[in-house]
């Protein structure tokens, strides 16, 4: 019986072995989607994934919508090593590109690229971003978000404005208590008029980023 990765290693051998007879360009891209799936699950190599990815979005004969499902995948591999920089680049070039934008998701996108903006250190950035996507997604994760980072810089009367609308905004049962402790804090600073200790920024950060991932996009 063959273990995981020596399945995954026989799998990539014959991705390899398809690719020489394969003339079409959907086939190669389906191909080289599962090529790039063996990478990533034999040795957790996203490197020679994103290779492989790449492989989709340069190949002529591979036409829509495959290189923007590779190229929204390479974003996930940069993201997943830890690049955010890279990662926020790639999801700025799906979401500037009319056609791109077409076939994602583009809520979800631009949400990740927020986490990746605010985990390259990019905050400025990040609280621009959710602003304007709060009129048009009302969404209480992007309140929550946003209301978290003011916390975070000590901007204890912003972050507490944000709070109150997202408990006010439909469909945000999943953080409700989350965020009515998150509030009382804010009150309790605004009292001793202080910047919070390092030690709170930091656990608001880590509470920011379980918040997102758990709560998703609403």
């Known amino acids: 019986m063959l273990h ?8 990539a051998r014959k991705a390899r072995e398809a690719l020489t007879e394969a003339n079409t360009g959907p086939d190669r891209a389906q191909i080289l989607e599962g090529l790039a799936r063996c990478h990533r699950g034999t040795t957790f190599d996203c490197s020679s994934a994103i290779e492989t990815m790449q492989e989709i979005t340069t190949d002529p004969l591979i036409e829509e919508p495959y290189p923007t499902r590779a190229l929204k995948q390479i974003a996930d591999y940069y993201q997943e090593m830890g690049q955010w920089g890279r990662a926020a680049k790639l999801y700025d070039d799906l979401l500037q590109d009319e056609e791109k934008r077409k076939r994602i998701r583009r809520k979800e996108v631009r949400f990740t690229r927020v986490l990746c903006l605010l985990n ?9 971003e959710l602003k304007d996507m709060i009129p048009s997604a009302s969404s209480p994760t992007s309140l929550y978000c946003l209301a978290t980072i003011y916390y975070k810089r000590g901007q204890f009367k912003e972050a507490a404005e944000y709070f109150e609308t997202s408990l006010e905004a439909p469909g945000n049962r999943k953080r409700c208590f989350n965020t009515e402790l998150w509030l009382a804090a804010c009150y309790e600073e605004l009292g001793r008029g202080r910047r919070p200790s390092s030690t709170t920024a930091r656990s608001c950060s880590s509470i920011l980023m379980l918040g997102l991932w758990q709560g998703g996009l609403r």
């Open 4 to 11: 995981r990765d020596e399945t995954c290693a026989e799998e």
């Open 120 to 128: 390259a250190g990019d905050e400025d950035r990040a609280v621009s």
